[in-house]
């Protein structure tokens, strides 16, 4: 069964301090993986994927991601946090075994001024 | 124009009644998803419908059933809704592969 775990349901930063968000996931073969923000009442929007070449994968808004086959984790970053980055953030791994996408149950980023 | 369009965007209903809740997409992809999100659970997946003849049971699909009646339009209806079906639900198109999935702008649902 595919899984993902994002430790930390909010995690909360200082502005201008790094941000660092986990993800861990299981599968049996090389997945996809995703990372997604969700503004306050908006939709889901992709920050960045992983789709089986560069294992560091640079996105929107500064982020970027960095896929570990050994550790099974897809841990996301920015540098330095601003204040427009308070959201949930949510990680997601498509096996690309029948092709579903499977998430994680969300980490809520809080930046404080 | 949106990729992915719901409607409505929200809905209030009362115990008993039945509800559907529509989605078209623009992006010509074979696949759509419904999901609902609750805080704290994250995404879940309701159904999948990878074309036109073909709907998958999702992890949560008791209680809902969908209807996909072209490629760009699948929709989900409860067919008696109950307050624990509160929640915000997707709809998601993807390509074939799945090195993408697009979400719609969400419909927030509130059983009283």
């Known amino acids: 069964a595919q899984s993902v775990t994002q430790l930390g349901s909010h995690v909360s930063v200082s502005e201008g301090a790094l941000v660092l968000l986990r993800c861990n996931y299981s599968s049996s073969v090389p997945p996809y993986l995703f990372w997604y923000v969700q503004y306050p009442n908006q939709g889901l929007q992709l920050l960045l994927k992983?789709?089986?070449?560069?294992?560091l994968v640079k996105g929107i808004n500064g982020f970027e991601a960095e896929f570990k086959k050994s550790e099974t984790s897809f841990h996301l970053t920015k540098p330095s946090a601003h204040m427009s980055d308070a959201a949930e953030y949510f990680c997601?791994?498509?096996?690309?075994?029948?092709?579903?996408?499977?998430f994680g149950t969300g980490t809520s980023l809080t930046v404080i001024p | 124009d949106a990729d992915v369009t719901q409607t409505p965007r929200n809905r209030i209903t009362k115990t008993g009644k039945r509800i559907m809740l529509e989605c078209s997409q623009t992006k010509g992809h074979d696949r759509m998803y419904w999901y609902r999100q609750d805080p704290g659970l994250g995404l879940r997946l309701i159904y999948y419908?990878?074309?036109?003849?073909?709907?998958n049971k999702g992890e949560i699909s008791d209680g809902y059933s969908v209807s996909r009646q072209a490629q760009a339009k699948f929709s989900l209806s409860l067919e008696s809704a109950i307050p624990n079906q509160t929640a915000l639900y997707f709809c998601?198109?993807?390509?074939?592969?799945?090195?993408?999935?697009?979400f719609g702008q969400g419909t927030r649902l509130t059983v009283v």
């Open positions: 998601a198109t993807s390509d074939p592969w799945g090195t993408e999935a697009f």
């Open positions: 992983y789709t089986s070449a560069a294992t």
């Open positions: 419908s990878f074309d036109v003849k073909d709907i």
């Open positions: 997601a791994v498509n096996p690309n075994t029948g092709n579903q996408f499977y």
